[in-house]
């Protein structure tokens, strides 16, 4: 189906210090593409670059074949940050009305993001109230009401219950199959294995990238965890 997010050369400077590395990378259309790596490794200036929130010191980045960031994008694009980016004094039903009315989204899409990301029950509940996991799940939520093309997402999963992660990732292998892409970062490596393809971060450089059995085989591990050490290991010299 092509790319439909394509980096070439992207350099992000902060604080002075060079935090992505001229990366070169493309994201396929319709798939779940996982960016995977250790805290500190540049995933989430990665995500803002694409969403177009970052500034940039060299390099570009294209979304659905536009400059990252262009107002065209606005009603395409769906970011969920790490950080919950909701409003704690309204209820989950009050900020999803908002963010609908801004987005043009109907009143039966609120009711239907509500029941996807499991907060039932919780429409009157204040925001302030939640649990640091129906936070999380509430601002995914209001990045699903205007029904995105490409859906970036930001640690979605972190302090998750084992069935709701499992109910979540299955919903976003449903939205690739109706044409979404999505780009999950997780430094959860048992997480690796539900993506249709991962990109492997360290230090700000893409490792490698491609699908979960071909990096196995690449690497000759029988495991993720494994093929990402063996990754490292040969980075740093101690490979084979």
Known sequence: MGAAISVRGLRVVRGGREVLHAIDLDIESGRVTGLLGPSGSGKTTLMRAVVGVQVVADGSVSVLGLDAGAPALRERVGYQTQAPSVYADLTVDENLQYFASVLGATLSRVTEVVGRVGLD?????????????????????????????VLVLDEPTVGLDPMLRRDLWAFFHELAAGGTTLLVSSHVMDEADRCDDLVLLREGRVLISGTPEGLKQTTGTTDLDAAFLSLIDEVDGEGP
């Open 121 to 149: 029950g919780l429409e009157r509940q204040l925001a302030a109230s939640l649990s640091g996991g129906e936070h999380a799940r509430l601002s995914l939520a209001a990045a699903l009401l205007n029904q995105p093309s």
